[in-house]
């Protein structure tokens, strides 16, 4: 059957994650032992790029496709087809009169001062003449006002057919309410053009506010038809190796069957950084888990964010990408245009700035010699000696290059020195993190100085030591594999399907409640039912949309069916809007749409996770380190490094391979390991704890 999951535990497991620059890669043995592995993307296409780093683990460890269970994936594909934009518009349907509710938009405001007030929706990806009226509407009950019309749909779809539309977005007013009309006007889609690909608003967001729902289903449909093609040929590849059809991971941090991400790809959105979160929160020690944390994943081209509560990340129902909002259920996540990656440049005023855009894979960095001339962090980290021209996993990095772009993009434009302008454009990317930090905590109501931060990605534990020091935080832990956190919660994540409805009652009303389990009821038995191999039981959790009277927008709270009662819910509202707005209010509330959530536990495995695993190669019964050196006995062993970093002439060098549990130092040092390269600042104290966790503490 597509997408299912084998029983058998004791074959191999592969989880694959795919960044910018990047595809991480780990593979487990029947054994248990993790082997992770990073490689540069190759080929044109981004499923080939994949295919081609999983062919090469698997010639390395020797497996076949017929011996691997369980293949798990996480994807930035919808995220840069969002931020990008430059894939081929959509058309929209919409009713007769309501063609401009996507340009209108709302009259919030992002940036309150700018001086000019960019528009919420990308018209360019859905143009005027390509949103389409039609007859028919319903009535804010759901009842039909005005019947749909088969011809007014046909010649909508002629004319969207001659404007080259491939996919198309049914928004109709009150879908949430009554899904009958878009239903309808599916199905001629599917017999005018079986080959049109089609988003429903009642499916893809079916809650109130025709602007949210719209929006994202028009970026539902947008992202489809790239997402569609790529998972295809993805699954396609892999079939023809002997895999099983692959599960992705969706933003709200659990895996679903491939073909259903391709029916919904809105929910990719943040595929790759929720994989990341989860692996964060399963990597850290007992003591970070048991505080509030920052889990901080930079990769090539971004800088995901996401605060860790007793060890887990908090849901939003708003998410931004880019300048896009967008109303998709999802962890909590922050996103910045800060990675290895980013583009460094001196703007027209003579400021210094960093991203959004970024070199990528090809070309790259300059200090990658594939052909990049503009300067990234990358290349300032190169410059400034806190990236070895040998990276610990055998890539090499060009020093020359690397000094040449600085000089060129930084250097001469500012006056400065490449050295000085390589520390300030450091400087510049370790503030913004910091700003990234502080936002982060603040919105949760968390002192960012009291909170633990958690370094992972490949740049992690570049960056973050520094930034910790500007918000003043003073622990900074970096996890076994942080380079491969997304692909390791790719593994320890679970099964979740979710259904959804709006609906609309005041709580203290006595008929709500008894409406709302009757919903969940309906909304349950819609959810794929039993267990699925290599997961628990499922367990289906239960949540209403909460407001108080008048309050145009809702906050969700669990909910409990035969437990709970209509003043246990108002108290529990009241809490969560007192943390997230600041204060409770008194008076009434409204329940504004219910949901239910199956998840089914990844089954138990010990997996050996340690950086020895991967990183280093046997001598006897001894650990030989990046240098050569045998380790020698009670102490790591260390090569002295120059820099060119501002008051910091040399630093210690490190093999992570080569620590062992109690070791400890005072820095500056850098730590090297085949997926990351650690920065220590000076008077930092740097300590490994029994399961390999690197602690960094303030002096």
């Given at each position: 059957m597509s997408g299912a999951l084998r029983a058998d535990a004791?074959?191999?497991?592969?989880?694959?994650?795919?960044?910018?620059?990047?595809?991480?890669?780990?593979?487990?043995?029947?054994?248990?032992?993790?082997?992770?592995?990073?490689?540069?993307?190759?080929?044109?296409?981004?499923?080939?790029?994949?295919?081609?780093?999983?062919?090469?683990?698997?010639?390395?460890?020797?497996?076949?496709?017929?011996?691997?269970?369980?293949?798990?994936?996480?994807?930035?594909?919808?995220?840069?087809l969002l931020l990008e934009q430059d894939a081929a518009p959509v058309g929209v349907l919409v009713p007769r009169g309501f063609a401009d509710v996507l340009t209108l938009g709302r009259q919030s405001r992002r940036d309150l001062y700018a001086s000019h007030v960019g528009v919420q929706t990308p018209v360019d990806l859905m143009p005027e003449d390509l949103r389409v009226e039609i007859d028919g509407r319903l009535g804010a009950d759901g009842r039909e006002v005005e019947p749909l019309t088969r011809s007014s749909v046909v010649d909508a779809l002629s004319a969207l057919h001659a404007a080259g539309v491939r996919s198309v977005a049914?928004?109709?007013?009150?879908?949430?309410?009554?899904?009958?009309?878009?239903?309808?006007?599916?199905?001629?889609?599917?017999?005018?053009?079986?080959?049109?690909?089609?988003?429903?608003?009642?499916?893809?967001?079916?809650?109130?506010?025709?602007?949210?729902?719209w929006l994202t289903t028009a970026m539902d449909a947008y992202v489809k038809p790239g997402v569609s093609a790529y998972l295809q040929a993805l699954k396609a590849g892999l079939a023809q190796r002997g895999y099983p059809a692959p599960w992705v991971m969706r933003s709200f941090g659990g895996i679903a069957p491939v073909d259903d991400c391709a029916a919904l790809p809105i929910a990719l959105a943040m595929s790759g950084p929720a994989a990341a979160v989860n692996g964060v929160a399963r990597m850290i020690d007992p003591a970070t888990a048991a505080s509030a944390a920052i889990s901080i994943d930079i990769g090539g081209t971004s800088s995901d964010l996401s605060l860790l509560e007793q060890g887990a990340a908090r849901y939003t129902q708003a998410l931004a990408?880019?300048?896009?909002?967008?109303?998709?259920?999802?962890?909590?996540?922050?996103?910045?245009?800060?990675?290895?990656?980013?583009?460094?440049?001196?703007?027209?005023?003579?400021?210094?700035?960093?991203?959004?855009?970024?070199?990528?894979?090809?070309?790259?960095?300059?200090?990658?010699?594939?052909?990049?001339?503009?300067?990234?962090?990358?290349?300032?980290l190169v410059v400034l000696g806190l990236l070895p021209e040998r990276l610990a996993s055998g890539l090499m990095l060009d020093?020359?290059?690397?000094?040449?772009?600085?000089?060129?993009?930084?250097?001469?434009?500012?006056?400065l020195s490449i050295t000085a302008a390589a520390a300030a454009a450091l400087a510049v990317a370790n503030a913004s993190l910091a700003e990234a930090i502080k936002r982060t905590a603040f919105a949760a109501g968390v002192n960012p100085r009291e909170v633990t931060l958690v370094a992972a990605g490949g740049g992690g534990g570049l960056h973050v030591a520094e930034a910790a020091a500007l918000v003043g935080a003073r622990r900074v832990v970096v996890p076994p594999l942080p380079g491969v956190a997304a692909a390791y919660g790719l593994l320890r994540s679970p099964r979740i399907a979710m259904k959804e409805a709006a609906m609309s009652g005041v709580?203290?009303?006595?008929?709500?409640?008894?409406?709302?389990?009757?919903?969940?009821?309906?909304l349950t038995a819609a959810l794929p039912a039993g267990s699925a191999a290599g997961h628990s039981e499922r367990v289906v959790d239960s949540f209403i949309d909460v407001g108080y009277l008048g309050q145009e927008f809702a906050l969700e709270v669990a909910y409990t069916p035969g437990v709970d009662?209509?003043?246990?819910?108002?108290?529990?509202?009241?809490?969560?809007?007192?943390?997230?707005?600041?204060?409770?209010?008194?008076?009434?509330?409204?329940?504004?749409?219910?949901?239910?959530?199956?998840?089914?536990?990844?089954?138990?495995?010990?997996?050996?996770?340690?950086?020895?695993?991967?990183?280093?190669?046997?001598?006897?019964?001894?650990?030989?380190?990046?240098t050569g050196l045998p380790r020698a006995e009670g102490s790591p062993v260390s090569d002295t490094l120059s820099l060119q970093l501002p008051g910091v002439p040399s630093c210690a060098v490190f093999a992570r391979a080569a620590l062992?549990?109690?070791?400890?130092?005072?820095?500056?040092?850098?730590?090297?390991?085949?997926?990351?390269?650690?920065?220590?600042?000076?008077?930092?104290?740097?300590?490994?704890?029994?399961d390999g966790v690197l602690i960094l503490e303030a002096p």
């Open positions: 004791s074959g191999w497991e592969v989880a694959v994650d795919v960044g910018g620059t990047f595809v991480d890669v780990i593979a487990v043995s029947p054994d248990g032992v993790v082997h992770a592995s990073k490689h540069a993307r190759r080929g044109a296409a981004p499923a080939e790029a994949v295919l081609a780093a999983v062919d090469t683990v698997a010639s390395v460890q020797g497996f076949r496709g017929a011996d691997v269970t369980r293949w798990l994936h996480g994807t930035t594909i919808a995220t840069n049914i928004c109709l007013l009150f879908s949430h309410c009554n899904p009958a009309h878009e239903r309808q006007v599916a199905a001629w889609c599917a017999e005018w053009s079986p080959a049109l690909q089609v988003s429903l608003s009642s499916d893809v967001d079916p809650r109130p506010r025709e602007f949210e729902r990408v880019g300048h896009l909002d967008l109303r998709v259920r999802s962890l909590d996540i922050v996103s910045i245009p800060l990675g290895g990656g980013s583009i460094v440049r001196v703007n027209a005023a003579g400021a210094l700035r960093i991203g959004p855009d970024s070199a990528g894979a090809r070309p790259g960095p300059a200090a990658y010699a594939q052909g990049g001339t503009l300067a990234t962090v990358t290349d300032c020093r020359g290059k690397a000094e040449a772009a600085v000089n060129d993009s930084v250097a001469a434009p500012l006056g709580l203290d009303d006595e008929d709500v409640l008894p409406a709302v389990e009757a919903l969940l009821r309906e009662t209509a003043a246990t819910l108002a108290a529990r509202f009241d809490h969560v809007h007192t943390r997230v707005r600041g204060q409770a209010f008194s008076g009434g509330h409204r329940v504004h749409a219910v949901r239910a959530v199956a998840r089914w536990a990844p089954a138990a495995r010990s997996l050996t996770l340690t950086t020895k695993a991967h990183a280093g190669r046997a001598s006897g019964n001894s650990l030989i380190s990046s062992a549990a109690h070791d400890t130092g005072i820095g500056p040092a850098l730590v090297t390991a085949l997926d990351t390269t650690i920065w220590i600042p000076p008077s930092w104290r740097w300590t490994v704890d029994d």
